[in-house]
């Protein structure tokens, strides 16, 4: 698909749920770029104020920025009846919260989105949702897609084992869903959900699965362990050691924040994406450890850690980008070792994105 497309936003209003956190208002400034106006809706309590404000760019006094609860009935339907597309992104979008408090996440990932689906589906104006989705969902991946490789695939096997110390699954929209934890299986409902609210009213969506997210102005968050490159940029800084969970061997595909919201606003509007599922990934499997590196490259004192594996965090894979690309005609075009290069150099000039927080661990008070 051409950029051409982006043009059918001109002059369009775009609803995106989670519009003020860090994906949603990246996917704003795009939707901006592209000349449609974003009305972001938005609880604006995931962060102190002035992480909104000073971070993300964002106004509470913009008559753009709704803020408001996604479970909340009234708010919805208005914000809804007013748009010609919407972009589901809010989300507690943290796995180690939504397993500390599935009813949080219950509340939030599956209550919220059935509001939401439902004023869509009563909407006649809203042209295409966009249901944010998550790797996740694909947990370990299925046991079997290796049992009885080919020549070919034992040749592939041996390569990635001698590389990342196993074999780590490709991920094709196709493959059995199998989440690990309250946050993928609350994701999981809402692709099932969609298809089932909107599938029967004609209204046209397209479920987009993120791989891992990263990349600046993104901020850590306490007792979380999601966000990686954040995590080990951060602790880097302030001379912590970078803990490797499970010895680091866990396998992501690390997409930059930036493409996750161009590809976003690409599958508003490209013509095949109709009623898609639709992985928005590399297709470059990157361990752990190999995400330590690049840190250190910035950080060279760095220690590394091995920590235990927390509960939910799935052993992962990398995406199938085939559909991605043959869809919406694109390929995420930031390589992970200028992201992470770009994610450092911001650190460095945004020090006040260091929580307090973490630099008050004795660790960090002592370097």
């Given at each position: 698909?051409?950029?051409?497309?982006?043009?059918?936003?001109?002059?369009?209003?775009?609803?995106?749920?989670?519009?003020?956190?860090?994906?949603?208002?990246?996917?704003?400034?795009?939707?901006?770029?592209a000349g449609a106006r974003p009305l972001s809706l938005c609880t604006l309590d995931a962060y102190p104020q002035h992480t909104y404000r000073d971070l993300f760019g964002i106004d509470p006094a913009d008559p753009d920025v709704i803020v408001g609860n996604i479970q909340n009935p009234d708010a919805v339907k208005k914000a809804v009846a007013g748009s010609d597309y919407v972009i589901h992104a809010a989300a507690l979008a943290d796995v180690a919260a939504c397993t500390r408090n599935p009813m949080a996440a219950i509340h939030t990932n599956i209550t919220g989105t059935q509001v939401l689906l439902d004023a869509v589906?009563?909407?006649?104006?809203?042209?295409?949702?966009?249901?944010?989705?998550s790797a996740s969902v694909y947990g370990n991946g299925n046991p079997d897609d290796w049992a009885?490789?080919?020549?070919?695939?034992?040749?592939?096997?041996?390569?990635l084992e001698a590389v990342y110390g196993r074999v780590p699954p490709q991920f094709h929209e196709h493959t059995p869903l199998?989440?690990?934890?309250v946050y993928a299986n609350s994701k999981a409902w809402g692709e099932s959900q969609t298809t089932l609210t909107l599938g029967p009213m004609g209204t046209s969506y397209?479920?987009?699965r993120y791989f891992s997210v990263y990349g600046e102005p993104q901020v850590i968050k306490e007792s979380s362990h999601s966000w990686v490159v954040a995590w080990f940029a951060t602790r880097a800084a302030?001379?912590?050691?970078?803990?490797?969970?499970?010895?680091?061997h866990q396998v992501r595909d690390l997409v930059h924040v930036e493409d996750i919201a161009t590809a976003t606003v690409r599958a508003l509007v490209a013509p095949r994406a109709h009623n898609e599922t639709i992985n928005?990934?590399?297709?470059?499997?990157?361990?752990?450890r190999k995400v330590a590196e690049l840190v250190a490259e910035h950080r060279p004192d760095t220690r590394f850690v091995e920590t235990p594996m927390p509960p939910g965090d799935p052993l992962g894979g990398y995406a199938g980008t085939h559909r991605?690309?043959?869809?919406?005609?694109?390929?995420?075009?930031i390589t992970l070792k200028e992201g992470v290069a770009r994610y450092a150099n911001w650190l460095d000039n945004n020090p006040g994105a260091i929580p307090v927080w973490l630099r008050s661990q004795p660790e960090a008070a002592a370097s």
């Open positions: 698909m051409h950029d051409n497309r982006l043009k059918e936003l001109a002059g369009r209003t775009v609803l995106v749920t989670g519009g003020a956190g860090l994906i949603g208002s990246r996917i704003a400034a795009c939707l901006r770029r589906a009563a909407c006649e104006r809203v042209r295409r949702l966009v249901f944010v989705s009885r490789p080919s020549e070919e695939c034992r040749a592939v096997r041996q390569l199998r989440p690990m934890s397209t479920v987009v302030l001379g912590l050691p970078l803990h490797l969970n499970g010895g680091g928005i990934g590399t297709g470059t499997p990157t361990s752990i991605m690309e043959t869809v919406l005609g694109w390929r995420p075009t």
